[in-house]
């Protein structure tokens, strides 16, 4: 199963290519570009996807530990072995830049290599009964079962590592999945399945399955057979899905408004401009856990923002097929219009554009603003963006972290850091 720019490439399910359906288009972040064209797959495709992961589930969990062990480092070496053809699938379709392309297919690798460590580690407990009179030389035996059908929802911004965080623990426990990956990144979803059933993954046992987004919500809401849903995404749609899913066991990894303290005492400030612009402008900013909001302590805040400006200024935009791109461009154009729209309006409620905020097509230039203060979307809500926000602070009184949902400080005083980043 391969991408075929113009051509329709087909759903995964019991080992085939199922290409009957409304085909997807995706395209280029970058230049708008046809990249491919996927089979969409229906309810009723869902459904029989769910009737063989159930049928499937006494196989996968008398899969003996050293076979999925096994089957784990094999999907590892595959990923090793085609590197640059996951790298180029991600570029293609996330415009990710081709160096963290490469970064996140090595993370795929730890992810498989480490699911197959654990693989072999997943026993039971003995528990002592003696503990009343009656009772002696009775012990009780725990053991750990696969939960049943697992229900994995991915987002695009990590199509490769996400998936893997998903799929590889589900495969460790001898569980089916079924993967709906996300409508932008669907193929590098789809040649990951493809590696993981030549590595001897029961076919029956997994689907990936591009679905719209109401049958998504139908299969976690009406589907029962399915008995945990794990996604990955916004905040606002995952406790929806959590709301909605019934007696299912529900795991979510939740989008953030993440926050960084820089403390008057971290002498290296260059390092810490260096540090501070990668964490917010990686991938565009499009991470869960990308740096939004940068609190600098009032007596380094001049010094350390001009030291920042400067980074930001080394850093090249453009193509993410280019080896030397540090900075592609935003998933979709309709969000780069979006994160335009959120800084203009802090701009017209008193912030100050120090750096950037420039859009070109979907490609936005890195913006630092000051000035912020409550209300402003930039400030309150995830931007999921190349763009963040620097605050004078006190040195003492810290009200300010109270809206924090994430953060993190420069400063050589770990213990010191942590007190108050909590």
Not at 181 to 199: C, D, H, N, R
Not at 296 to 306: E, G, H, M, S
Not at 375 to 385: F, I, N, P, T, W
Request: glycine letters at 8%.
């Amino acid at each position: 199963m391969k991408m075929r720019p113009g051509t329709q490439t087909g759903f995964l399910h019991c080992g085939k290519e199922w290409s009957d359906g409304d085909a997807l288009e995706v395209r280029s972040p970058w230049d708008q570009g046809l990249i491919g064209k996927v089979t969409v797959a229906t309810r009723a495709d869902a459904r029989e996807a769910v009737n063989h992961a159930v049928a499937s589930l006494r196989r996968t969990r008398a899969l003996p530990r050293w076979k999925r062990r096994e089957i784990l480092e094999d999907v590892a070496a595959s990923l090793i072995e085609q590197k640059e053809r996951f790298a180029n699938l991600i570029v293609a379709e996330a415009g990710k830049p081709l160096r963290l392309a490469r970064t996140e297919v090595d993370r795929a690798v730890l992810t498989f290599k480490t699911a197959a460590e654990e693989a072999a580690r997943l026993g039971g407990e003995t528990i002592p009964l003696d503990l009343t009179e009656g009772n002696e030389n009775r012990w009780g035996l725990v053991q750990r079962f696969a939960v049943g059908p697992v229900l994995a929802i991915t987002p695009f911004n990590f199509p490769l590592n996400l998936v893997a965080h998903k799929v590889a623990p589900a495969l460790a426990a001898g569980c089916p999945i079924l993967v709906k990956p996300s409508p932008q990144t669907p193929f590098t979803a789809l040649a990951l399945g493809e590696v993981i059933l030549k590595a001897g993954w029961p076919e029956e046992a997994l689907a990936v399955l591009p679905l719209e987004n109401v049958d998504t919500a139908w299969l976690a809401e009406k589907e029962d057979r399915i008995k945990l849903v794990s996604f990955t995404g916004s905040a606002k749609v995952g406790w929806g899905l959590k709301a909605h899913s019934g007696r299912k066991r529900v795991l979510l990894e939740l989008g953030g408004n993440a926050a960084l303290i820089i403390h008057s005492d971290y002498r290296d400030l260059d390092s810490a401009a260096e540090r501070t612009a990668h964490a917010a402008f990686g991938y565009a900013g499009q991470s869960c856990i990308s740096v939004q909001r940068v609190f600098v302590d009032k007596n380094i805040f001049q010094t350390f923002l001009w030291k920042l400006v400067e980074v930001v200024g080394k850093l090249v935009a453009g193509d993410p097929s280019h080896e030397t791109t540090d900075l592609g461009p935003m998933i979709r154009q309709a969000e780069a219009e979006r994160v335009e729209s959120w800084i203009k309006e802090a701009v017209a409620a008193g912030a100050r554009l120090i750096e950037g905020g420039e859009r070109q097509g979907s490609l936005v230039k890195p913006a630092i603003l000051t000035g912020t203060k409550t209300g402003m979307k930039v400030r309150d809500e995830e931007v999921l963006a190349r763009s963040f926000l620097s605050s004078r602070t006190p040195t003492s009184k810290r009200p300010w972290l109270k809206s924090t949902t994430l953060a993190s400080a420069c400063r050589p005083d770990c213990l010191r850091a942590t007190r108050d980043a909590s």
